[in-house]
């Protein structure tokens, strides 16, 4: 009997009339009902969470007394239960840390190599690398890892863990080849490295941005470099925007399962084949990773022969291809659509010989609104806006220009815009990420006053920099007729 | 073969050969074959090129690799005499020893027999476009044309600026429309990129009068891996759609109702010109755009 009653004593018990007293927020004895069940130690609770998910609220706690003596409730959403406990709700949202997610030992690798364009991560890369995570994370028996094979100088993208902000891009590995010679174009050494990094770690797939700024160039290369020697399953597949099939197929190893679908002739058709080890994929192939990071832990190549054949090589092709730098380019002669840089002049521009020596002072390409184009200012191909040119510069400043919906328009996909206007209440100003309120004429003479009297002392030591660094900065520049006529 | 002996003999030794390689194009709306885009901008680089030398310095001959025969007066053979309107006298193919079958639906692999034909005349310069408009047109025919060759390859050019025997110095098309300048040592294959000069007009009497001399290489190999690719008109791709991550109803109003831009840009209104364009320098040289 008395094993019979320890096991009674060991089962849980439940209290149906605590449990009543503690759903009735109106007992006297609420309170202490809801102690001994352990529920609300420091009283009533505010928020839970309902059985439908729905936010239920108790309105008899978390009011205020408003000035007119009436209880009110704060809905703008400054308190909560995030922000309740920390006083600070701006603080408490932003540091929320996303789950970091570290792969110990992959079953097998998927390399991605980004073309960090002028040292950051763009939005081709992230999409990518989105696929490579869709990739290594579908079989979870079987779980890869995304490889990151980066060239050149990085620029600051993330926080102090993750510098170029790979890991939250969705990278487990890193292996970065930081030589300055690869800021410029050197595609061999390049290829020398990728080649290597398929000998010692035989990722099973490699994925490359389909671009022209080093992805599709890299990724043929490879290819090529490998066919010919004799492995018929890396033949690339380009313009890559699908992949059909089940993905955990790869982390199995079968991945003759799945197809692969990309855009080919002059994309105009569809081409399906058997999944290759090489995709040059298209922007938009999938999803880019958000709410987690991964670790994007460092990684070398342990061979020091290969190191040393590396350093043969890099001797042997340097002649091959040499990169005499970058060349000056007349900014009047780029086509407005492709601008980095546009200085724009609408209506409220007079003195329009201080608005051309202004754009060239800054080296920037001029564009101008419809006004100014239809007043005979302007040729009409430099006419910014939805009957114009819908322009993607980064940096695009509008002086006198009010901002027409059809001139926001043009603008949307720039950057950075800078209006200077005599109207503060204008569109332009609205949209503007600067905007100078005061005249136009005297603020460019400044901007133009300004830049000379800065560039004036340094443009000596400047060239002598670019001598002795070896880039062709200063070289001779192409002349506008020249690239006018590729424009045509 | 005669169109390149011919220039040969017209320059001695000393000249330059340099080869364009021509494929068929296709006009992306109507369909109708014509020359490929990318391809007569090479062959221009290549007149141009000869232009610029001396008379004679500079020998031009244009290549196309073909695994079928083409008939007089079909279309593939309108389309490639486009290319003899630009100012060619010949136009050779690249053909191997059997001709395909055109009933045989089997797809030949032409990289080898170009390859093959390069190893044999060894030209000094292989000027191409960067990507076919017909068939699969993966863009890798030049990079295994050098690979097996062992000539470095230059993706994108846009200008010639001069070429002797040993280096070719050039100027390469980066986005945003800047350039840069390379010197590739010869022999070299390069690939033109569609910024390049735009190809001058085809004349119709200078097509009539050219010639397409066939010139047989080696056999025909078959690409097996290309005849299990299935090839269907291009479906349109769904556009991304803008994902609200909100999770309750207040966000996701807000969401919806926010403006798609403004708000939040900095304002300076009262101040002098000297500041206010202090203030703009500022900002593009963060932006790094004037230093």
Redo the contacts between chains.
Sequence with gaps: MTTHRDEHSALPRRNPRLEQQARNRLHPEHLTALMALGKGAVGPQERWLGPKGVMRRNPHVGHFIATNGRKRFDRSGRTGPAAAGAGNSAVAVKAIVLPLIEIESPAFLIAVVPDMTSGRISSHDRDVLGLARQIADADPAHQGAVLAVTFGTLRDGGDESDSAGLGAAGVDRWMHFSDTLHDGYAPLTQLAELEAIDGELSPRLWLLPESRTGGGERGRRLGARLLCKGDASVRPSGNVYQLDGDLAAVGRGECEQLSVTGRSGNGQQDLTRPLTRILLCEAECAEPVEDVRHAAMPLMLEDEERTAANDGSAVISSPLIEDLGPVAVDPSAIALGEAEFILSAGNGIRDWDGFHHAAQVLGATEGASRVAVDDGFMPRARQVGATGTWVTARVYVAVGISGAIQHLQGIQRCDKVVAINLDGGCDMVKRADLSVIGDAEAILASLCQQLEAARGPLSDADQVDALASGTASAASSVTSASLAANAA | MNSVNQSAALGQSAALKVVSLVSL??H?VS?RLRRAEQDARALELCLTLSRQQPEGQVSVSAWHASGEEIMTGSEQDVALRGYLGMGLEALTLVTPRALQDKAAERVVDVWPLLAARLREEAPQLVVCGG?S????????LP??L???LGW?????L??IESCDGEHL?A???????????????LPALVSV?S????ARQSAFGQARRGSLVRVETGDAAHDS?AE????????K?PK?LK?I?AT?A?DRFKAAAAKA???????????S??E??????K??RE?G??R
Aim: glycine letters at 16%.
């Design positions: 194009g296709q992306p369909g990507q408009e017909t068939g699969e047109g993966s863009g890798l990079h295994l050098a690979e097996s470095p390859l230059v993706e994108g846009v200008e110095t100027l390469q098309a980066l986005p945003r429309g800047q350039r840069r300048r390379l010197r590739v040592r990129d910024a390049a000069p735009a891996v299990a690719f299935a090839i269907t008109p291009a479906r791709r991304r994902r991550k309750n207040r831009e403004g708000g939040g840009g900095k304002r300076l209104e009262g101040v010109a000297e206010g364009a202090g203030e703009i320098l900002l593009l932006e755009v004037v």
